[in-house]
């Protein structure tokens, strides 16, 4: 049952602005990447289901790695060493830095998804 009256967009929004789908008030993280189990506003259970967001999680994960797999074949550094190095940190910057947004994402479609319940 698909929330009334909220559209995808309004839930993707709220998602990546790491706010609860539902009222858009609550947090979604205590901290950078831990999420609440319920919203603190609201009460709605986050991850009804434990590993609901997974499979957004490891899609956009691997997204993300064959973005930069194919920078690696498309960028030719002088230095190899150096090349490595800013692949490492790429990387840790697009994956890990991005990691609470997709989390955001992730909660926000499992919500509207599969709406209250």
Aim: glycine share 12%; net charge positive.
């Amino acid at each position: 049952m698909k929330p009334r009256g909220l559209t995808l967009l309004q839930a993707l929004s709220r998602g990546l602005r790491l706010h609860c789908p539902r009222c858009g008030e609550g947090r979604l993280f205590a901290g950078w990447n831990r999420l609440f189990e319920v919203c603190p506003v609201c009460g709605l259970d986050f991850e009804r289901r434990l590993g609901d967001t997974w499979f957004f999680m490891y899609m956009s994960t691997a997204g993300l790695s064959g973005v930069l797999v194919v920078a690696m074949f498309l960028i030719h550094p002088r230095v190899v060493w150096i090349g490595q190095v800013l692949v490492c940190l790429a990387a840790v910057a697009v994956i890990g830095l991005s990691l609470p947004y997709r989390k955001g994402i992730a909660v926000a479609l499992d919500y509207w998804i599969e709406g209250d319940g």
